[in-house]
């Protein structure tokens, strides 16, 4: 084999490697992708992932129910809509000691078409803390309640 052909293949095979590392780099990355959306967005259906994403906003004062079988229930509110979330705590565990209505919440599940189907909850940890994707989904939507840095 002449010279040529030898690095000619030596490229082509370096090619092919690499095209394969960025393929499966590019799938893992797309499986690991977490949306995060506030209910309006959710409502309007538009760009909705089917599987897993993030709920967020704050939790509708007066809607927290419990139930033995079902686990619990509350809305989570960005001001100008509100969804409906059910989360099982038999399955799930149970919610954080600080999760209260009026306070910012992340929830992470699945939109079933009427309800959010919650796999986990995220409350904030103090007074003084919103996550950030709450407080900016907040802002734009003109219903910010608390100082100008979240």
């Known amino acids: 084999m002449k010279r040529k052909h030898q690095r000619a ?16 780099v590019l799938n893992s990355l797309g499986q690991s992708l977490n949306y995060f959306l506030m209910p309006t967005e959710v409502l309007a259906g538009e760009d ?4 897993t994403f993030q709920l967020g906003g704050l939790v509708s004062d007066g809607s927290f129910e419990a139930d033995d079988e079902m686990g619990v229930s509350f809305q ?7 969804l409906s979330v059910v989360y099982d705590q038999v399955a799930h565990g149970l919610l954080p000691d600080l999760f209260r209505e ?7 599940g699945q939109w079933d078409g009427s309800q959010f189907v919650a796999s986990r909850v995220l409350a904030k940890h103090d007074e003084n803390y919103m996550p950030p994707e709450v ?8 219903e910010w309640r608390g100082e100008e840095t979240p």
């Open 9 to 24: 293949l030596f490229v082509g095979a370096g090619l092919a490697v690499l095209a394969l590392a960025t393929t499966l």
């Open 48 to 51: 909705v992932p089917q599987g």
């Open 76 to 82: 989570v509110e960005d001001g100008s809509s509100s």
């Open 102 to 108: 009026g306070q910012g919440v992340i929830v992470e």
């Open 135 to 142: 407080a900016e989904g907040l802002k734009e939507m003109g």
